[in-house]
């Protein structure tokens, strides 16, 4: 991800893309890593081996966001520390915390589950056996039709042809 930003970054700025995509990998590689082992390290000292709580995540995400932003400052130089140590572990914090409320709503195990293609907004639906087969119903019906026609036109030329023929015979019998 961070190599086709950089790579985006490089020509929207006309610099050599080569270079902005692997700067941005290293950074995106740097902070995800960090962020990654951060949070494992966090989540085992917090509660050891058993499930961690949501509150525990929480607090895992935002030590693991500010030691990643740590490192972070640390590769654009010493100023950018402390900012990013707090700008990161913010989002940390945040985005766990908007999942543990996402993870929180209780789940009616009854209730049908909806997959993508039974979205209002989904340009795919989904169809019944009944529908399937209405559908080719439909299909062969216009086929069996357009049949229909074609027969009806080859009958006509070969009437036509016919009639040409019986005509042009008298026609040749009388110059002969």
Same mark, same amino acid.
């Given at each position: 991800m961070g190599m086709f930003a950089g790579t985006a970054f490089g020509i929207a700025r006309g610099a050599p893309p080569l270079i902005y #995509? +692997? &700067?941005m990998g290293g950074q995106w590689f740097t902070l995800g890593s960090s962020y990654y082992g951060a949070r494992l390290v966090a989540l @085992?000292? +917090?509660?050891g081996y058993e499930g961690? @709580?949501?509150a525990d995540k929480t607090k895992a995400s935002a030590i693991a966001g500010g030691f990643a932003g740590a490192v972070s400052g640390m590769i654009r130089g010493p100023r950018n520390i402390l900012p990013g140590a707090a700008v990161f572990m913010l989002l940390g914090a945040g985005g766990q915390a908007v999942v543990n #409320?996402?993870? #929180?709503?209780?789940v009616d195990p009854n209730a049908p589950k909806k997959g993508f293609l039974d979205s209002k907004w989904s340009p795919v639906t989904r169809l019944t056996d009944r529908d399937y087969e209405k559908m080719l119903e439909e299909k062969l019906l216009r086929v069996e039709a357009? $049949? &229909?026609i074609v027969d009806d036109s $080859?009958? &006509? +030329?070969h009437d036509e042809e016919q009639k040409g023929v019986r005509e042009s015979s008298p026609k040749q019998a009388d110059e002969s």
């Amino acid at each position: 991800m961070g190599m086709f930003a950089g790579t985006a970054f490089g020509i929207a700025r006309g610099a050599p893309p080569l270079i902005y #995509s +692997l &700067a941005m990998g290293g950074q995106w590689f740097t902070l995800g890593s960090s962020y990654y082992g951060a949070r494992l390290v966090a989540l @085992r000292a +917090l509660r050891g081996y058993e499930g961690p @709580r949501s509150a525990d995540k929480t607090k895992a995400s935002a030590i693991a966001g500010g030691f990643a932003g740590a490192v972070s400052g640390m590769i654009r130089g010493p100023r950018n520390i402390l900012p990013g140590a707090a700008v990161f572990m913010l989002l940390g914090a945040g985005g766990q915390a908007v999942v543990n #409320s996402v993870d #929180s709503k209780p789940v009616d195990p009854n209730a049908p589950k909806k997959g993508f293609l039974d979205s209002k907004w989904s340009p795919v639906t989904r169809l019944t056996d009944r529908d399937y087969e209405k559908m080719l119903e439909e299909k062969l019906l216009r086929v069996e039709a357009e $049949i &229909a026609i074609v027969d009806d036109s $080859i009958k &006509a +030329l070969h009437d036509e042809e016919q009639k040409g023929v019986r005509e042009s015979s008298p026609k040749q019998a009388d110059e002969s």
